[in-house]
């Protein structure tokens, strides 16, 4: 045998016992308590194989003093948010090590699947930033995470106030092409992407974007009331942000708003940070379109988790305050903060709604409205992403974030 055959060998046996220490360390079983985020009674879910494989409702039954307060529901499903902890999805210097920190920071905020975010950018920065999150897609530690990506711009409106944060020199009207190219980079994997139904182009460009399977979502527009309903006949399902990515003075009858709201079609994602929206536009878009139709979405910075401060992007220098970026010298948002988790106590807070709604708005909503079926509920077969967690003062606190049936995030 030669000297490196020995070593081959040896560094086989290395793996096997290494593998084995993996499992080792993750059983293949094991049973959650706590409180049932439906109904808040005491429930026992059985994972094995990284699955869902039994329920036990136990209504009226005492649980344990440690999880008597700890409730248990699906994991947050984030379909917008451009990076977090210092890792910018759109960034210069992105890599897979980065999205792989940002990936398990996020298991801490309980967000247990998302869809990194890629804004208006160079066209060389979409395909080398889309490929490196291929990447990421396949990545045996996160990929289960990351279950597609979108694209917010760049084919919005370039108008001042609706274009809002996104930088104008790389505002580009809607190209089937050149999406192709970002889509063939990105190994198929956009699943979302933002088009303004006004610009040129934008309607067949949204029925081959739905033809092919992506997902349409409106944002950064002033489409009047005829385009919104053109892009929405042409299968645009969702509206981006909505009451954000619009100028401060618009019509008080026309405008992008009413259309959007009145339409049954059009799914809006909200930014219930707190600042991005006032509690009574929140209340107004929850009483519209209800819980089953209502999503829940960070729309977070990389700043995001970082200590306040100012930080410079994109030649631009932000101020970084406890949940929100502002522009200093102009005191106007830059960008938003906080995590789904935040905007899941907000909505408790804002709406009333019950606990059943609001992780529904953060979960089974996304969850669905991207045909993700093995996610976003509670229930047998489905793959175990558990979120448990307890409410100190209003505060969703995650105690332990499962992916997979994998303890991904455990606080003690
Ligand atoms: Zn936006």
Known sequence: ???????????????????MTSFADQPSEQTIKGLFYRDCEPVEIKIADGRIAKIRHLPGEEVDTEESDTYVAPGLVEVQINGYMGVDFSGED???????????????AGITTYLPTLISQSHERLKGNFTILSQAMDDSEIGASIAGFHLEGPYISPEEGFRGAHLKKYIRKPDWEEFMEYQQAADNGIKLVAVAPEVEGAIPFVRRCVESGVEVTLAHHNGSAEEIKEAVDAGASMSNHLGNGCANMIHRHNNPLWPQMADDRLTPSIIADGYHLTREEVRTFYKVKGADNLILVSDALDLAGL???????????????ENVVKFPDQNVLAGAASPISKCVSNMLEFTRCSLKDAIQMASTNPARQFDLDEIGEISQGKRADLILFTMEEGEMIIQKTIVAGKVVYSKE
């Open 307 to 321: 200590p306040p401060g100012k930080y410079e992007r994109g030649g631009r220098t932000l101020q970084l305050t």
């Open 94 to 108: 992105l890599t897979l090590d980065g999205v792989r920190e940002a990936t398990r920071e996020l298991w801490k």
């Open 1 to 19: 045998m030669s000297k490196f055959s020995k070593y081959f060998l040896f560094f086989l046996f290395f793996q096997l016992i290494c593998t």
